[in-house]
């Protein structure tokens, strides 16, 4: 049995589980917003996690089943969760969950562990530079005089929250700068901008599905906000980077992931984060890519169905953006003792900015590294 645990309303839940019942998979929806009403229980012992949960009229031995895709909302955004009288029970369910999902062998899509090291833009940002992948130089601070200074040396700034709150990606104008107080009790992270255009890589196992987004917008997420407008279209990226996408997904600990991109006007590559939950029915229903039927084959069949690039087998040479097939003979492989050093980081007092990346201080000049 195959497991789908979220609320119905989810894109990304609504289209695999639609995959599913075409394909006559045997799966249950474990509706989040009724677990309130649940009740659960978990052993871990010797290698062995059984457990049942009582959910609907229906007990579910969950050692039958053998795939779980995990896409819970946070607690805080549940109606049930808002009531007093259920927010203890509503926690216990959720915690028995939690430890189920990163504790069983059977596939899951994704444990909550891995998806944790996008709570932390910065400490994600190292985990991407020690995958080898470039990174924009950044500065994480809560010194304005320190971003004053960075401003001076790149002519333009983009900034965001440091995070897993979503926040929207603006640049920083002229007068921002008069308001750079408001930092100095919450750290923000500062980036030089690069030109160019978006590339969302998903990645579902080892398969990938590119998208070239076009925009004039700083963050194309808020394009209508920031007056302007975004494109999307299926667009193919190399064998390389195809494969680094899905070596970095791997490294960090997931199956399925949203890696956003920039192609730089001079051809390099950049990476800003990886999403460990992404929603990609956004892109799919304005590409005609069927990630969600691929999400329903690695959920059944632990594989994809060859709809995107399949990375299998070693990788033909090939130059920096030479068109290939979709589907293509390589295999990801994990480059990192080639890789630079990666950021040293924290996340408090003030920073100064590396040629490698950043390095934080705390006050008193004690570098920090990652909490």
């Not at 929806?29 to 010797?46: I, N, P």
């Not at 915690?95 to 899509?109: A, F, G, M, Q």
């Not at 900015?353 to 950043?358: I, L, R, S």
């Amino acid at each position: 049995m195959i497991a789908l645990l979220g609320v119905p309303t989810d894109t990304q839940l609504d289209l695999v589980g639609g995959h599913l019942a075409d394909q006559g998979r045997d799966f249950t929806f474990w509706d989040q917003r009724r677990l309130h009403d649940a009740d659960a229980d978990l052993t871990v012992e010797s290698g062995r996690v059984e457990g049942r949960l009582h959910l609907g009229g229906q007990s579910t031995d969950l050692q039958t089943v053998h795939a779980l895709y995990n896409r819970p909302m946070a607690l805080d955004e549940l109606p049930a969760f808002r009531g007093a009288a259920w927010r203890e029970r509503l926690a216990r369910i959720h915690r028995i969950l939690e430890v189920w999902s990163d504790t069983t062998p059977i596939r899951v899509v994704n444990r909550l562990a891995a998806m944790a090291s996008n709570s932390s833009k910065p400490y994600q940002a190292q985990l991407i530079q020690d995958a080898g992948f470039a990174v924009p130089e950044t500065l994480v601070t809560n010194d304005p005089d320190l971003v004053r200074d960075f401003a001076a040396r790149h002519p333009r700034l983009i900034y965001k929250s440091i995070s897993a709150v979503r926040s929207v990606v603006s640049e920083l104008a002229a007068a921002d700068l008069d308001r750079l107080d408001a930092i100095l009790w919450c750290p923000a992270q500062f980036q030089e901008y690069v030109n160019g255009f978006d590339i969302r890589v998903h990645v579902v196992g080892e398969q990938t599905f590119a998208t070239r987004i076009d925009s004039e917008a700083i963050d194309y997420r808020y394009a209508a906000r920031q007056g302007g407008v975004a494109s999307f279209s299926a667009f193919r990226i190399d064998d390389d980077l195809a494969c680094r996408c899905v070596a970095l997904t791997a490294r960090l600990g997931l199956s399925v992931s949203g890696v956003d991109l920039r192609l730089a006007d001079d051809g390099e590559v950049f990476c800003f984060e990886v999403n460990p939950s992404p929603a990609f029915g956004y892109y799919e229903q304005r590409t005609g890519q069927e990630m969600s039927r691929s999400v329903a084959y690695l959920l059944a069949c632990g594989g994809p169905e060859a709809k995107g690039r399949s990375v299998r087998g070693h990788p033909p040479e090939l130059e920096a953006g030479t068109a290939v097939d979709p589907v293509v003979n390589c295999q990801a492989q994990d480059s990192s003792a080639d890789c630079a050093e990666g950021l040293e980081l924290g996340v408090a007092g003030a920073g100064v900015v590396t040629p490698a990346g950043v390095t934080t201080r705390r006050p008193g000049g004690q570098d920090g590294g990652v909490d």
